[in-house]
């Protein structure tokens, strides 16, 4: 039947000529991270598409796929030919199980559920996965519960702290959700914001250590119900109990809500949530599988290759500065890569190194998925008729504690642009996430950050962007709004809610006079403000960096905030949607504006903390910006 069917279709690469058909019969393949490869098969007699099939490789090495056959053209061997296809690219990616990406209920009786487990079982796949739906008695899950969260809260410096969505940034919060489980970070903010199919904020919690997120419990309301829709623990943090204290603080929430019975699933492996599904009282009452298969990788490619392994973590995650480590990559240097690397892109350096046998083809295929996505975003902009002219995404790249939140709700509302995030992590390690970045491509969007000029950025830009903004403040001044904005995070959410710009912060920080904050600001802030400042530059005056950078200054904003508006419209060769752009707020009470100030570090400061920050910025960057040496 193979060798008949692969006659009768043709199975390629997706083009952005596909797009319309991928998006009616397999719209879950658009979108999502990490970046899907997407197949179809065509009619070998007519050219028409009759078969799209979608595969994501995890960085579990686990491949989830999808397939759809027009129901014309089904029983001829295509779907047979689709799946092998995808097999073929999950081997090639590295994958060492391939899943389904969707699952079917046990005891299903609907003919398509019976017809596709049919279908998998007849092709050599079995059930991998099974997904258990538990539900309990609200009252009797809380007392079976409680004895053990109080032993979890007994004293311990590494115990991280539960609270609820109200005390964490909903995009930092989308994106560390998106990092485990996929999906895009702007839909899982719109409904942690409330949007669409809005998770539930009173028993939805967050597990905090520090100011980092490690775990995170997201429920949404069904009347009298809780469902638990996602659990994530960061890897590091797993074994810790944070997914005990997450439930039980979920459960208490939802008694005063008027809640009844509460339900969640597990995977049948996870042995220690069915351990507490049996303490909590809970009964099964209902049942998925997916079904999937072992693969075989070869030798040559489980071999481990040092470089490989460091490329490969750089395409599925995020790419990193000091990616490519090694001296000399078999005859290739370092500077060499990392020019090409920003003269060509991503996929042009991995192509390199596979024309030099550095690495397989496993790395260009998920090279290939995210070219595949951009190519998409592409087609579809196409279609967008934005009155603003914007050619692609606003990137407005800021120096922390710069009034940056108020240009860029501005500048949002001005010229009528939705906000997009392709980050993820916070000051200074914010970076692209190299799934997200094909987002920077499509017209009247604008997206906000605080990511640095390091390699992996502006690879990532340098191939979707021709401009951008870059907006910068006086460090030293900068400084001291944030230990100001520090101290006030601390007494409005505590101080686990402490932005850490790139300081490790003591135990007894907030113990320590004001004076003494500014002194370690000095020391452990400031560089990392300068390092920022001086990455940018560098950027800019790269001719291998064809994005065209335009640096904006929080001081001329401070002077005029028309004449300064007035620089970025005409950056960009656009005009204001709306009549006119609101004024900056009022210094008091508002957190990015606490008063506005300039120079205020000049008074602020002792006459040693002056010195100090004043030797530590450059001459060359206070006379590039118009700032005093002293």
């Given at each position: 039947?193979?060798?008949?069917?692969?006659?009768?279709?043709?199975?390629?690469?997706?083009?952005?000529?596909?797009?319309?058909?991928?998006?009616?019969?397999?719209?879950?393949?658009?979108?999502?991270?990490?970046?899907?490869?997407?197949?179809?098969?065509?009619?070998?007699?007519?050219?028409?598409?009759?078969?799209?099939?979608?595969?994501?490789?995890?960085?579990?090495?686990?491949?989830?796929?999808?397939?759809?056959?027009?129901?014309?053209?089904?029983?001829?061997?295509?779907?047979?030919?689709?799946?092998?296809?995808?097999?073929?690219?999950?081997?090639?990616?590295?994958?060492?199980?391939?899943?389904?990406?969707?699952?079917?209920?046990?005891?299903?009786?609907?003919?398509?559920?019976?017809?596709?487990?049919?279908?998998?079982?007849?092709?050599?796949?079995?059930?991998?996965?099974?997904?258990?739906?538990?539900?309990?008695?609200?009252?009797?899950?809380?007392?079976?519960?409680?004895?053990?969260?109080?032993?979890?809260?007994?004293?311990?410096?590494?115990?991280?702290?539960?609270?609820?969505?109200?005390?964490?940034?909903?995009?930092?919060?989308?994106?560390?959700?998106?990092?485990?489980?996929?999906?895009?970070?702007?839909?899982?903010?719109?409904?942690?914001?409330?949007?669409?199919?809005?998770?539930?904020?009173?028993?939805?919690?967050?597990?905090?250590?520090?100011?980092?997120?490690?775990?995170?419990?997201?429920?949404?309301?069904?009347?009298?119900?809780?469902?638990?829709?996602?659990?994530?623990?960061?890897?590091?943090?797993?074994?810790?109990?944070?997914?005990?204290?997450?439930?039980?603080?979920?459960?208490?929430?939802?008694?005063?809500?008027?809640?009844?019975?509460?339900?969640?699933?597990?995977?049948?492996?996870?042995?220690?949530?069915?351990?507490?599904?049996?303490?909590?009282?809970?009964?099964?009452?209902?049942?998925?599988?997916?079904?999937?298969?072992?693969?075989?990788?070869?030798?040559?490619?489980?071999?481990?290759?040092?470089?490989?392994?460091?490329?490969?973590?750089?395409?599925?995650?995020?790419?990193?500065?000091?990616?490519?480590?090694?001296?000399?990559?078999?005859?290739?240097?370092?500077?060499?890569?990392?020019?090409?690397?920003?003269?060509?892109?991503?996929?042009?350096?991995?192509?390199?190194?596979?024309?030099?046998?550095?690495?397989?083809?496993?790395?260009?295929?998920?090279?290939?998925?995210?070219?595949?996505?951009?190519?998409?975003?592409?087609?579809?902009?196409?279609?967008?008729?934005?009155?603003?002219?914007?050619?692609?995404?606003?990137?407005?790249?800021?120096?922390?504690?710069?009034?940056?939140?108020?240009?860029?709700?501005?500048?949002?509302?001005?010229?009528?642009?939705?906000?997009?995030?392709?980050?993820?992590?916070?000051?200074?390690?914010?970076?692209?996430?190299?799934?997200?970045?094909?987002?920077?491509?499509?017209?009247?969007?604008?997206?906000?950050?605080?990511?640095?000029?390091?390699?992996?950025?502006?690879?990532?830009?340098?191939?979707?962007?021709?401009?951008?903004?870059?907006?910068?403040?006086?460090?030293?001044?900068?400084?001291?709004?944030?230990?100001?904005?520090?101290?006030?995070?601390?007494?409005?959410?505590?101080?686990?809610?402490?932005?850490?710009?790139?300081?490790?912060?003591?135990?007894?920080?907030?113990?320590?006079?004001?004076?003494?904050?500014?002194?370690?600001?000095?020391?452990?802030?400031?560089?990392?403000?300068?390092?920022?400042?001086?990455?940018?530059?560098?950027?800019?005056?790269n001719p291998l960096f064809r994005t065209k950078v335009l640096f904006t200054r929080y001081e001329d904003l401070h002077a005029d905030p028309a004449a300064y508006f007035r620089s970025i419209l005409e950056f960009y060769g656009v005009a204001w949607v709306s009549p006119a752009f609101q004024p900056p707020p009022a210094v008091s009470g508002s957190r990015h504006f606490r008063k506005g100030a300039t120079d205020e570090w000049r008074t602020a400061f002792t006459p040693a903390q002056r010195d100090a920050a004043c030797a530590a910025v450059p001459l060359r960057v206070l006379q590039r910006f118009g700032w005093q040496p002293h």
């Amino acid at each position: 039947m193979a060798g008949i069917a692969a006659r009768l279709v043709r199975i390629r690469a997706a083009v952005p000529q596909d797009l319309a058909k991928v998006r009616a019969w397999l719209p879950d393949a658009l979108g999502g991270t990490p970046a899907a490869t997407v197949g179809v098969a065509t009619d070998a007699a007519t050219g028409a598409i009759v078969g799209i099939a979608s595969l994501r490789v995890f960085s579990d090495r686990v491949g989830r796929f999808l397939l759809f056959v027009d129901p014309s053209f089904r029983r001829r061997g295509c779907g047979t030919v689709l799946l092998e296809s995808v097999r073929r690219i999950a081997q090639e990616a590295g994958a060492t199980r391939l899943l389904s990406g969707r699952s079917f209920e046990a005891t299903a009786g609907d003919v398509a559920a019976r017809s596709a487990v049919e279908f998998l079982r007849a092709r050599g796949m079995s059930v991998a996965q099974e997904i258990l739906c538990y539900q309990a008695q609200l009252t009797t899950a809380l007392a079976a519960i409680e004895p053990l969260y109080r032993r979890y809260q007994r004293p311990s410096a590494d115990r991280a702290r539960i609270v609820s969505l109200e005390h964490v940034d909903p995009h930092a919060l989308a994106a560390f959700v998106v990092r485990d489980v996929g999906g895009l970070p702007e839909e899982v903010a719109a409904r942690l914001a409330g949007r669409g199919r809005a998770y539930c904020r009173a028993t939805s919690m967050v597990a905090l250590m520090g100011d980092a997120i490690v775990g995170a419990l997201l429920t949404l309301r069904q009347g009298h119900n809780v469902f638990i829709e996602t659990r994530v623990v960061d890897a590091a943090s797993r074994g810790s109990h944070i997914n005990l204290a997450l439930i039980y603080k979920s459960i208490a929430a939802a008694v005063p809500q008027g809640v009844r019975t509460i339900a969640f699933e597990h995977d049948t492996r996870e042995r220690d949530t069915a351990k507490l599904a049996r303490r909590l009282g809970a009964t099964v009452v209902g049942r998925r599988q997916c079904w999937g298969c072992e693969i075989q990788q070869s030798a040559s490619e489980t071999r481990v290759n040092p470089v490989e392994s460091q490329v490969q973590e750089a395409v599925s995650s995020d790419w990193q500065a000091d990616a490519l480590r090694d001296p000399r990559v078999d005859g290739l240097d370092v500077k060499q890569l990392q020019d090409r690397l920003v003269l060509d892109s991503a996929n042009d350096l991995i192509q390199t190194l596979s024309e030099r046998g550095v690495i397989s083809a496993s790395i260009k295929n998920r090279v290939r998925g995210v070219t595949l996505q951009l190519k998409l975003v592409r087609h579809e902009a196409e279609r967008f008729d934005r009155t603003t002219g914007l050619k692609a995404c606003l990137l407005f790249a800021v120096l922390p504690r710069s009034a940056s939140i108020y240009v860029f709700d501005a500048l949002a509302a001005g010229l009528a642009l939705d906000k997009v995030t392709v980050c993820a992590h916070r000051f200074p390690q914010e970076t692209i996430n190299s799934h997200a970045a094909a987002r920077l491509a499509v017209p009247g969007t604008i997206c906000h950050t605080h990511i640095d000029a390091r390699l992996g950025n502006l690879a990532l830009i340098n191939p979707f962007l021709d401009r951008m903004v870059v907006h910068v403040r006086d460090p030293r001044q900068a400084v001291l709004s944030a230990v100001h904005h520090m101290n006030d995070l601390r007494r409005r959410l505590g101080a686990g809610h402490v932005a850490g710009f790139g300081a490790t912060f003591p135990n007894h920080y907030f113990d320590l006079p004001f004076p003494e904050q500014i002194d370690f600001m000095i020391a452990h802030g400031l560089p990392e403000f300068v390092r920022w400042i001086e990455g940018w530059l560098a950027a800019a005056a790269n001719p291998l960096f064809r994005t065209k950078v335009l640096f904006t200054r929080y001081e001329d904003l401070h002077a005029d905030p028309a004449a300064y508006f007035r620089s970025i419209l005409e950056f960009y060769g656009v005009a204001w949607v709306s009549p006119a752009f609101q004024p900056p707020p009022a210094v008091s009470g508002s957190r990015h504006f606490r008063k506005g100030a300039t120079d205020e570090w000049r008074t602020a400061f002792t006459p040693a903390q002056r010195d100090a920050a004043c030797a530590a910025v450059p001459l060359r960057v206070l006379q590039r910006f118009g700032w005093q040496p002293h």
